[in-house]
Nanobody, 124 residues
Framework: VQLQASGGGLVQAGASLRLSCTASERTFNLYPVGWFRQPPGKERAFLAGITYTGDNTRYAASLKGRFTIFRDNAKNTVYLQMNWLEPEDTAIYYC??????????????????WGQGTQVTVSS
């Protein structure tokens, strides 16, 4: 399964962005999906995840409700809606899918497929 992350860009603080993660195969719809980010010089960290049905989600506590993950299985796509962006949100954002997993994993080691990343830059 190949994942394509898109939707990043350069925005000002307070703006919103919606990232998309589109898969090449419909089997993607059977996998939980997570969004991660990696700021410059730091490790990749879990942000949000969603079960394959879309009925359960999980978020990093640090997001304070600013981000929302959802999926449209008819389009083989998972989205990350990001609101009230802050300069600290500047990072490369990655999506990933976990094969053969129930629930929403937060560890990078559990995920089998990764997108190439999309850059988000938030200016103050």
């Amino acid at each position: 399964v190949q994942l394509q992350a898109s939707g990043g860009g350069l925005v000002q603080a307070g703006a919103s962005l919606r990232l998309s993660c589109t898969a090449s195969e419909r089997t993607f719809n059977l996998y939980p999906v997570g969004w991660f980010r990696q700021p410059p010089g730091k490790e990749r960290a879990f942000l949000a995840g969603i079960t394959y049905t879309g009925d359960n989600t999980r978020y990093a506590a640090s997001l304070k409700g600013r981000f929302t993950i959802f999926r449209d299985n008819a389009k083989n796509t998972v989205y990350l809606q990001m609101n009230w962006l802050e300069p600290e949100d500047t990072a490369i954002y990655y999506c990933a899918a976990a094969r053969d997993y129930r629930g929403v994993p937060s560890s990078t080691t559990v995920y089998d497929y990764w997108g190439q990343g999309t850059q988000v830059t938030v200016s103050s």
